[in-house]
């Protein structure tokens, strides 16, 4: 197995280096049409970002011994070629948008990646929001290993498509040309995903292709100008309870939850889900009086 690069730890110099450059931008051409920047906004993402490279080593350990495992029990095998890693990476990207998907429809995924749509701010910074709690997604992918990816080779397919999804985290940005945004995912496309409003809510979640979203009816074009952040936003820049948040809302649901079919809905359905309302009660029939009739006298 050749060695692969870690391409996140090989693009962190010029993550910070285009992140200065768009804050500067905004400094020198304020546009009231754009969010611009937030100092304690940045300060967290970029903590939330430093935090995620410690974590995310941590949740390796665990996911590279199943992996290994699937791999090893596998008789296939992709070997590494300048033509079957394109050929991987578009089967990472497949997989990925299933994967952001379910991580926008399942409570208890969305509770890892709600981290990233916490800003109400968009710009290249929010791009480093990144969750502590990204174990949740290997199961996704486990089809690709046993199919004969090799372990490293999905997790430099992985790099480079969080690498790819930098950019799109900007206003500055327009729109590309109409063959780009017809294939690729893009700023403007991206915009429609980090909004709140209903039309754009659970939209675009392809990573470096928007295909996915084309052929699978998530698919919605940018036509307003987005509210970014949560429908029901948090306030703090607590890079902790910005991580834990929504496990802490999960926790008090499912403790106030009446019975175990509400307390699983709490964890596994939407974000959103609410149980139904028990049903009133029936109004007490009335009972009908028939007037009394009298003897007639003997």
């Known amino acids: 197995m050749p060695n692969?690069?870690?391409?996140?730890?090989w693009s962190i110099?010029?993550?910070?280096?285009?992140?200065?450059?768009?804050?500067?931008s905004y400094r020198i051409h304020p546009d009231e049409d754009a969010e611009g920047y937030d100092a304690k906004d940045a300060a967290t993402s970029i903590s939330m970002g430093l935090g995620s490279l410690f974590f995310d080593f941590l949740w390796k350990i665990p996911i590279v011994l199943v992996y290994d495992a699937v791999y090893g029990l596998t008789p296939l095998r992709v070997p590494v070629l300048w033509w079957t890693v394109p050929l991987m990476l578009l089967g990472q990207d497949f997989f990925y948008y299933w994967s952001h998907r379910g991580h926008h429809v399942i409570r208890i995924l969305w509770a890892c990646h709600v981290?990233?749509?916490?800003?109400?701010?968009?710009n290249l910074s929010t791009a480093l929001r990144q969750p502590w709690t990204s174990l949740?997604?290997?199961?996704?992918y486990v089809p690709l290993v046993a199919l004969g990816v090799h372990p490293a080779a999905l997790a430099f397919c992985s790099s480079t498509s969080l690498v790819y999804q930098f950019w799109i985290h900007t206003e500055r940005i327009d729109t590309m040309p109409r063959w780009f945004e017809a294939v690729f995912n893009t700023p403007s496309h991206h915009r429609v995903h980090h909004a709140s409003q209903g039309?754009?809510?659970?939209?675009?979640f392809g990573g470096i292709l928007i295909v996915w979203d084309r052929l699978f009816g998530s698919f919605v074009p940018e036509t307003e100008r987005p509210v970014y952040g949560l429908t029901k936003n948090i306030t703090t820049h607590n890079p902790l309870r910005v991580a834990t948040h929504e496990?802490?809302?999960?926790?008090?649901?499912?403790?106030?939850a009446r019975g175990w079919r509400e307390r699983a809905g709490r964890v596994f359905r939407g974000p959103g889900w609410e149980p139904a309302p028990a049903p009133a009660p029936a109004?007490?029939?009335a009972v009908a009086t028939a007037p009394a009739v009298e003897e007639p006298a003997a």
């Open 4 to 9: 692969l690069p870690d391409v996140v730890l």
């Open 13 to 24: 110099p010029a993550f910070v280096l285009l992140t200065v450059i768009e804050a500067v």
């Open 115 to 122: 981290v990233h749509h916490s800003s109400r701010k968009f």
């Open 136 to 140: 949740t997604g290997w199961p996704f």
């Open 199 to 204: 039309g754009y809510l659970d939209r675009n």
């Open 247 to 256: 496990y802490v809302a999960i926790a008090k649901d499912v403790r106030a």
């Open 283 to 285: 109004p007490a029939a």
